[in-house]
């Protein structure tokens, strides 16, 4: 069983959420009705400020424990 790190967990949500984020553009390219392309697009812009949050958790966590720093 691998054990996770605080920091890769983070690292594997914050690719996840991108994964999310990138769908959900694609749906709202998609999306004929108006109303649900603003929903999509909301949707993105808020996962958008859960990603920056979570890089600032990240940048905080690498200078408090340099060994997780990424490459």
Sequence with gaps: ?????V???LKQTIS???GA???LRI???QA???ELKVVYRNAVKD???????LKK????????????KSN
């Design 57 to 68: 958790r990240e940048k905080a966590i690498e200078l408090e424990e340099p060994q997780y």
């Design 32 to 34: 004929q009705n108006k």
């Design 21 to 23: 984020q990138s769908t």
């Design 1 to 5: 069983m691998k054990i996770l790190t």
């Design 7 to 9: 920091a890769s967990k």
């Design 47 to 53: 996962i958008d400020e859960v990603i920056q949050s």
């Design 27 to 29: 749906y709202s390219l």
């Design 16 to 18: 996840s959420l991108k």
